[in-house]
């Protein structure tokens, strides 16, 4: 476990000399800034009439989200990826670690990266709450932050994984792009078409539902989390057969 | 310290490493010398523990190298071909994140030292990305030291370093041998005669050759080839030379110098000093031409698929 935090340090001590991360974080924080700010702005214009409804963070979320799926395949291309180009795998696969904890350290190191970002986010609902009288819903807020956690986990476990097959971080970026579109945008599609047993698997596999239907709302359900973390899981063994593949061949 | 009992290797189809055995033990220093893609650095990579072999058994510190990798990665230092450092880190950084990696106790001291042994403790807070190459191969090296490993394994240490650099990277790997067991790879055969107790000498998967230095000069040798050297005019030297009884080969080389060769062990050298010194001639030099490991080299691998007559545990 020590190596997985070693790992993990290292990692994300790594994005903060790297210009994609600096990109990304002022990208998404900007955004963010710029959606938050029209969003009171509106709030305040109507406030007056006494009929608005009162600002919640949901579209704060809705476009971390949104930015997330564009963003992490940035996030993790590299992770593997650029250390079998640079031949330091070869470093980390000769010295005594397991090849899960590669894995879930750099993983977890991107985590670290994603949290940092989140806490910066927290200004939000905490200047919201100074506007809004008797204050926000607590609880939306605290089960939305969960539920963008566990995405973004699994965002970037599946990235991670992703990365651990191929040695050229662009090959990496798109597949792992291509295939946050096809879960988070394409697969939920034929569940509104078809019906039956075969709609129903397509509704479990997209990953939006599970969020906006229970998280975002202040619901905790159990299977939903059960989900999320399968992916994480299904992420970070995937990434570790790669890495064990490549001592094979 | 090091054994390895049929080692084979397959890529796909092709099959890289042919059943090879060697052992090594602790004090020793073994060159591993063959032309590219013999398989040197194969047997390296097996032995680290960084990929299984396809069949037969490798213990190394005591371990086998595929029932428990990590605790012969934990004994073994490794400095692979292409050196593995992180261009964004410092030296002293990327030693500790290395020292923490192997739960060395005071890691930062311990990066800090090992860095003094390879002569770069003035340089532990620039980052490598600034390195010269030998100041890199230098970093790679105290990395496989770090822990202080019972056996080290260099994969071509000295490559694309100048002549300076060359000799302080050979001296080190001498100084380090003394206590432990030094398997490093070269095909630069002047540097295996320099440094190594022993030599193995591979070439298509398979080890066509081990034994000492020396005796692998003189088991190829056979015979010991001389140059004479005259003041003045050299004619009829090679007469007078062959009079005598045991040369062989005489050839006259320039002007004033000849060769003959005589049989191991039958050094008629005195007798020949002699003779030409009777005949009248000033005689300026008489030496031994041994045959350098570049010629033994290519002789064990040229003839390796027609005549393994040399060859030691083939």
Redesign the interface.
């Known amino acids: 476990m020590?190596?997985i935090w070693?790992?993990a340090k290292?990692e994300y001590d790594?994005y903060f000399?790297?210009p994609i991360a600096y990109v990304v974080a002022f990208v998404i924080l900007l955004t963010l800034g710029i959606i938050f700010a029209i969003n009171l702005f509106y709030y305040m214009q109507n406030s007056f009439g006494g009929f608005s409804a009162a600002p919640d963070v949901s579209p704060i979320f809705g476009a971390f989200l949104f930015l997330l799926v564009l963003s992490t395949p940035a996030l993790t291309m590299r992770l593997i990826a650029d250390e079998a180009r640079?031949?330091?795998?070869?470093?980390?696969?000769?010295?005594?670690?397991?090849d899960f904890e590669l894995v879930a350290g750099k993983w977890l190191g991107a985590m670290f990266y994603v949290l940092t970002l989140l806490v910066v986010t927290l200004i939000y609902p905490i200047i919201l709450n100074q506007f809004v009288s008797p204050g926000i819903d607590q609880r939306v807020v605290m089960t939305s932050y969960l539920g963008v956690i566990l995405v973004a986990a699994s965002f970037l476990a599946l990235g991670t994984g992703i990365s651990a097959m191929f040695t050229n971080q662009i090959a990496s970026f798109f597949t792992t792009l291509a295939l946050f579109v096809f879960l988070w945008w394409l697969v939920g599609f034929p569940a509104n078409v078809i019906t039956g047993s075969g709609a129903e698997l397509f509704r479990y596999l997209d990953m939006q539902s599970h969020y906006y239907d229970t998280f975002s709302r202040g619901i905790l359900e159990l299977k939903d989390i059960l989900y999320y973390l399968s992916l994480i899981a299904l992420g970070l063994f995937s990434g570790t057969v790669a890495v064990e593949m490549r001592?094979?061949? | 310290m090091i054994q390895v009992e049929g080692l084979t290797k397959d890529?796909?189809t092709r099959r890289a490493l042919h059943s090879i055995s060697f052992d090594a033990n602790q004090g020793e220093i073994v060159g591993f010398l063959g032309p590219n893609g013999a398989g040197k650095t194969t047997t390296m990579?097996i032995l680290?523990?960084?990929?299984?072999p396809t069949e037969g058994t490798a213990i190394v510190a005591g371990y086998d190298v595929l029932e428990e990798s990590?605790e012969v990665?934990?004994r073994?230092g490794?400095l692979?071909e292409?050196?593995?450092?992180?261009n964004?880190m410092t030296a002293l950084d990327y030693l500790k994140?290395?020292a923490?990696?192997?739960?060395l106790p005071n890691p930062k001291e311990r990066a800090y030292e090992t860095l003094e042994m390879v002569n770069l403790s003035d340089r532990a807070n620039s980052y490598i990305g600034t390195f010269s190459k030998g100041m890199r191969q230098r970093v790679g090296l105290a990395?496989a030291l770090l822990h202080r490993p019972e056996v080290l394994i260099l994969d071509e240490p000295t490559i694309g370093l100048d002549p300076t650099q060359v000799v302080e990277i050979r001296s080190l790997i001498r100084e380090i041998g003394k206590d432990r067991t030094v398997l490093f790879s070269t095909h630069i055969l002047s540097e295996a005669q320099q440094i190594c107790d022993r030599v193995l000498i591979i070439n298509k998967g398979q080890i066509v050759a081990e034994d000492t230095p020396e005796n692998l000069q003189s088991r190829v040798l056979g015979a010991e080839r001389v140059i004479l050297r005259v003041r003045g005019d050299a004619d009829g030297l090679a007469d007078t030379v062959k009079k005598v009884k045991g040369t062989r080969n005489v050839t006259a080389k320039s002007d004033e110098s000849i060769e003959f060769e005589f049989s191991a062990g039958q050094d008629v050298r005195p007798q020949v000093a002699k003779a030409v010194v009777q005949a009248g001639y000033e005689l300026l030099e008489m030496r031994t031409l041994g045959l350098s490991l570049e010629e033994i080299f290519l002789e064990l691998t040229q003839n390796n698929t027609s005549n393994k007559g040399h060859g030691g545990k083939s």
């Not at chain 2, 680290?48 to 299984?52: A, D, L, N």
């Open positions: 020590r190596n070693i790992i290292r790594h000399i790297s640079m031949g330091t795998l070869e470093l980390l696969l000769t010295a005594p670690v397991r001592r094979w061949r | 890529y796909g990579r680290t523990g960084y990929m299984p990590l990665r934990k073994v490794y692979p292409t050196v593995p450092l992180y964004d994140f290395m923490d990696l192997r739960r990395q």
